[in-house]
Every structure is written in structure tokens, then in C-alpha cells.
């Protein structure tokens, strides 16, 4: 099914005859299931095409702590208090192990985030939208988080070793936070009618960007068929996003919330929700860094790296003396 859905994307890809020996024996071992390690040959652009997906993932992570860095401080009780950080410091753990992990594939942590605090790397679009209530909190856990895992579960069996290992342990800890953002909804849809509506309200903001998270449609999507070929993409972006639309309709349904969408409905026949058409001129709108909170995201992140100088130049201090330490001994 996959195959004939990225014959009509943008991007070619190369058949066994247009290959040089060795990207022949390449594809052969990914074709087999074989994990490519750091060391292993690779083509270029298989390189490349990781450290880009890797980097912008790792970014995403990073950046990602900041829309809910803003209610920290405002949670409602100790315990919600400490579950969000908890919580925003797994995502800070996260970016790590990707950050290591494109590390792995020859490129420096320093030019990965220069090219971050620059604006020229990408990261998720849906972080470039504002937390403007605690209900914010929810719906990033239930529908962002929930929408990570779904792209992010084939990503434990992709073709690459280190990225594929950091996805196992990304993921188990991606469930721990869908699962507090819904329980989140849950105490507010069944709370007071202003709390419902302020869970109805998140559920309005964060539906249709959520859709987003998982890129252009297939058709649109220039990187897929040749992503799928390495199986880096397992699923295509279409098919994660029906995913998440057929899981996420009966949870809303659960908390007697309404998807924002009048054009969703069951199909019995496909067993699939069929839903509107999504608004791609905002997802390129955001992806120009032209969202509702793209330079405030980006100020936040450089402004955060350069009041951190000193403590780097500390460990970095501290590394050295210890090296020459252990040298004179
Ligand atoms: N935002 O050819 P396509 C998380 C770009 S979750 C911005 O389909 P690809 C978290 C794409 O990069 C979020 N840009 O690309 C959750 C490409 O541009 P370039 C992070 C996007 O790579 C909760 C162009 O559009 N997850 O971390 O085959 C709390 C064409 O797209 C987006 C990951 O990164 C977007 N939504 O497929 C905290 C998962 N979508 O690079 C943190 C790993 C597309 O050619 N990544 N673009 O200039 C992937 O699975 C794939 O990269 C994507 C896109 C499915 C996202």
C-alpha cells in the first residue's frame, strides 16, 4: 500500500540499476532488514537525509520545552506541578540522545545548534503555537505527545542503529506523558462547565496542528519515497495522520469533547474517520517562520544558550584540569 502511495510523491528514487556497487550492497542489506551502524558504508545522501530528519528532531525536543515551560509556574497543584516538569525534562533528555545520535553520522553538536539559533534548521511546526491556558497543557499531552508516538513508534525499526535505539526509550517515555495530558482533560472535561470549556477551547486550538505535525501529504511530500527506500519512513505521512485521527475521535468522544472538524465522520466500510480538508497555506506560513510564536521561540532558545555560556566554559574547565590531572599521575 505504502509503495503506491509514494509513487505519487515529489522525490524519485534510484533503482538497483542506476547504482554503483557499493550503494547496491547497501540497499541490499537494508532490503534484508540489516541495521546500518555508524561505521557501516553509507551513501552520502543517506547521511545526509539522517542528519537532517535527526537534527530537526532533536531540535524539536529542545524547543519543545518551551510552550509548556510557560505554565510551569502556574500549575494547578504540586502534583500536576511536578509531573510537568518531569515531563519537560524528559523532553530535554530527549533532544540529547538524538543530538548523539546525529553526533554519530559525523556532525557536531555546535553546528547543529548554530544552524538552530540561526533559524536555518526546522523543528516541529506545532511548537510555534502559543500555551494561553492550563487546558494548553492537556491537549499538548493527549494530542502532541500522542501524535510523537504514533510517527515515533516505526522509528524504533528503522534502518538506522543509534536512532532507532534512542526511539525505544523516547517512546516509552512519550506514553507516560499522552497518558498526563488526558488524564489532564479528563479532571477539566469532568470539572465545572467553565473548566469543560476551557478543555474544549485547548481541543479547538491544538486539533488541526496537530494534524499538521505529520508533514505535507503524500502526495506533497518531497522526502518520503526515498526515505521509505531506506526505510527510514516505514509509514507514510498520510498514514500516520489517518492513525492518529482513528485513535484520538473516540478519546474526544470519551471526554464528551467535539474534534473541530464538520467534515468528520465514521466510515463503516473503510473503518477509518474520513475528515476536512487541513489548511496548508498555515502550515507553510509557520514552517516560513511567520507562526503566531516562531521569533518569540527562536529569542527564547538563543537567549537561553548564551546565559548558559558560563556554565559551559565551567564543565569545559573542569574537563581540562581533570584530563591534565589524570595525565601528570
Ligand atoms: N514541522 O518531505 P517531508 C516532538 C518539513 S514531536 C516542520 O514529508 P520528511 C515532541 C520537512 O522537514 C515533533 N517542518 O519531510 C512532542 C521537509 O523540509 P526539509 C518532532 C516539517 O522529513 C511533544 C518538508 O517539510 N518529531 O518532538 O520526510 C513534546 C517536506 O516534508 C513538518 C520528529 O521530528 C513539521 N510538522 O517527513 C516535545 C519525528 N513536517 O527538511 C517534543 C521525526 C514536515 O526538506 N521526523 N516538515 O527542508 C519525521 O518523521 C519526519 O521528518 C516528518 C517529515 C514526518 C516530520
Wanted: glycine share 6%; aromatic share 10%.
Amino acid at each position: 500500500m505504502y509503495a503506491q502511495q509514494v509513487e505519487t510523491g515529489l522525490s524519485t528514487v534510484r533503482t538497483t540499476a542506476d547504482m554503483a556497487d557499493d550503494e547496491r550492497a547497501f540497499q541490499a542489506r537494508i532490503d534484508a532488514g540489516v541495521r546500518i551502524e555508524a561505521k557501516d558504508w553509507m551513501p552520502d545522501a543517506y547521511r545526509k537525509t539522517l542528519i537532517r530528519q535527526i537534527s530537526q528532531h532533536a531540535h524539536s525536543e529542545i524547543v519543545g520545552q518551551l510552550p509548556e515551560g510557560n505554565w510551569v509556574t502556574r500549575a494547578p497543584t504540586l502534583k500536576r506541578k511536578s509531573i510537568l516538569l518531569a515531563k519537560i525534562q524528559d523532553e530535554a533528555g530527549h533532544g540529547l540522545y538524538l543530538y548523539s545520535a546525529a553526533e554519530t553520522l559525523g556532525v557536531s553538536r555546535d553546528e547543529l545548534l548554530a544552524a538552530l539559533h540561526s533559524g536555518k534548521a526546522k523543528y516541529s511546526s506545532i511548537f510555534n503555537y502559543p500555551t494561553l491556558s492550563w487546558a494548553d497543557m492537556g491537549a499538548i499531552g493527549w494530542l502532541v505527545d500522542g501524535s510523537a508516538i504514533i510517527n515515533q513508534i516505526p522509528l524504533c525499526r528503522c534502518s538506522y542503529g543509534p536512532y532507532a535505539r534512542a526511539m525505544v526509550r523516547v517512546c516509552k517515555e512519550e506514553s507516560f506523558h499522552a497518558r498526563q495530558g488526558y488524564d489532564i482533560m479528563l479532571a477539566l472535561a469532568r470539572g465545572t462547565a467553565e473548566q469543560k470549556a476551557m478543555a474544549q477551547d485547548a481541543l479547538n486550538r491544538w486539533w488541526w496542528p496537530s494534524l499538521m505535525m505529520f508533514g505535507p501529504s503524500d502526495a506533497e511530500s518531497v522526502n518520503s519515497a526515498q526515505s521509505a527506500q531506506w526505510r527510514i519512513k516505514l509509514f507514510s505521512n498520510d498514514e500516520l495522520r489517518q492513525r492518529m485521527v482513528d485513535q484520538t475521535v473516540p478519546q474526544a468522544e470519551f471526554l464528551g469533547l467535539t474534534v473541530p472538524d464538520p467534515d468528520l465522520r465514521f466510515n463503516a466500510e473503510t473503518g477509518h474517520y474520513e475528515f476536512g480538508a487541513i489548511d496548508w497555506a498555515e502550515f507553510h506560513n509557520v514552517l516560513k517562520g511567520n507562526g503566531p510564536c516562531n521569533r518569540e521561540r527562536l529569542r527564547t532558545r538563543v537567549q537561553a544558550w548564551e546565559e548558559g555560556a558560563w556554565f559551559r566554559e565551567a564543565l569545559v574547565a573542569h574537563a581540562d584540569k581533570h584530563a591534565a590531572v589524570k595525565e601528570v599521575a
